[in-house]
């Protein structure tokens, strides 16, 4: 069996005081995607780069104090890719893809339309270039695992309050029929709602700070593990990890049974 866990820290210093890697260390997983260091290379101490024996591979943003992700392994990979071939976007730290084998597992971070006009259309652009990436990759002959948080709840049983969310940044019409090309046409599997085709308030994963969001449960589901077909259908379980608050968002964890097989398969 294969577990792989998908977390935004919100920062990794943050998420670390308050225990994320002491978690981390119990849970037995074999990946761990992060999302949202908020930190440069200075910034990570070896206890970031390679906690309980992990190998860690990062993809750091230009901007201090923004973005970031990473990968943590039990393996160390065949081969690493920081970024996926945008200058725009790779300066913001969103994608680090490593691959085992047949199995490539990655970490993105897809941008926020949220804070003003200029972002949203950032986050178009983004989708623009980031679907032919998915559609090569989806070509490419490998297993693949995306985790991340991709900024979109793709449909109304993902977020508590659509009706009141339609014109809003992570549930707009747009970006919600992206979300169905990724998973549609361009023949990728939503983990998590294939094996949970109907949960609504159990799958969220990120509560907005505002408000009494986290004690109501308003919430919207935007992290995913977003697979090709075949490892998708080795999953098994899937959890989001409530018990404890390391930062707004919640680990999403996903165990494929059968997958270990891929990482030594070329």
């Given at each position: 069996?294969?577990?792989?866990?998908s977390a935004?820290l919100n920062?990794?210093?943050?998420?670390?005081?308050?225990?994320?890697?002491?978690?981390?260390?119990?849970?037995?997983?074999?990946?761990?995607?992060?999302?949202?260091?908020?930190?440069?290379?200075?910034?990570?101490?070896?206890?970031?780069?390679?906690?309980?024996?992990?190998?860690?591979?990062?993809?750091?943003?230009e901007k201090?104090?923004?973005?970031?992700?990473?990968?943590?392994?039990?393996?160390?990979?065949?081969?690493?890719?920081?970024?996926?071939?945008?200058?725009?976007?790779?300066?913001?730290?969103?994608?680090?893809?490593?691959?085992?084998?047949?199995?490539?597992?990655?970490?993105?971070?897809?941008?926020?339309?949220?804070?003003?006009?200029?972002?949203?259309?950032?986050?178009?652009?983004?989708?623009?270039?980031?679907?032919?990436?998915?559609?090569?990759?989806?070509?490419?002959?490998?297993?693949?695992?995306?985790?991340?948080?991709?900024?979109?709840?793709?449909?109304?049983?993902?977020?508590?309050?659509?009706?009141?969310?339609?014109?809003?940044?992570?549930?707009?019409?747009?970006?919600?029929?992206?979300?169905?090309?990724?998973?549609?046409?361009?023949?990728?599997?939503?983990?998590?709602?294939?094996?949970?085709?109907?949960?609504?308030?159990?799958?969220?994963?990120?509560?907005?700070?505002?408000?009494?969001?986290?004690?109501?449960?308003?919430?919207?589901?935007?992290?995913?593990?977003?697979?090709?077909?075949?490892?998708?259908?080795?999953?098994?379980?899937?959890?989001?990890?409530?018990?404890?608050?390391?930062?707004?968002?919640?680990?999403?964890?996903?165990?494929?049974?059968?997958?270990?097989?891929?990482?030594?398969?070329?």
């Amino acid at each position: 069996m294969l577990k792989i866990i998908s977390a935004n820290l919100n920062g990794i210093r943050s998420a670390s005081k308050k225990g994320f890697f002491d978690w981390m260390d119990k849970q037995s997983a074999d990946f761990v995607c992060v999302q949202e260091l908020k930190a440069q290379a200075a910034d990570m101490t070896p206890d970031f780069l390679r906690p309980h024996n992990f190998h860690g591979h990062f993809h750091y943003a230009e901007k201090k104090g923004y973005s970031g992700v990473g990968v943590y392994s039990r393996y160390e990979p065949d081969a690493v890719t920081i970024g996926f071939g945008c200058d725009e976007f790779d300066a913001e730290g969103r994608y680090v893809q490593c691959d085992f084998g047949k199995l490539s597992v990655i970490s993105v971070y897809c941008p926020s339309g949220s804070s003003s006009e200029e972002r949203q259309q950032a986050k178009f652009r983004f989708m623009d270039v980031f679907m032919p990436h998915l559609q090569k990759l989806r070509a490419c002959g490998q297993e693949v695992v995306i985790c991340g948080d991709w900024n979109i709840a793709h449909k109304e049983i993902d977020l508590k309050n659509w009706k009141s969310n339609q014109k809003n940044s992570g549930f707009l019409p747009e970006e919600r029929a992206w979300m169905s090309r990724v998973l549609g046409e361009t023949g990728w599997v939503d983990v998590y709602r294939a094996l949970h085709p109907e949960t609504t308030g159990e799958a969220y994963t990120w509560w907005s700070n505002r408000g009494q969001a986290w004690a109501n449960n308003v919430g919207w589901r935007i992290d995913y593990h977003v697979s090709t077909p075949d490892i998708a259908a080795k999953a098994s379980a899937a959890s989001i990890y409530k018990e404890e608050r390391f930062s707004d968002h919640a680990p999403l964890t996903v165990e494929y049974n059968g997958a270990s097989a891929f990482l030594t398969a070329k």
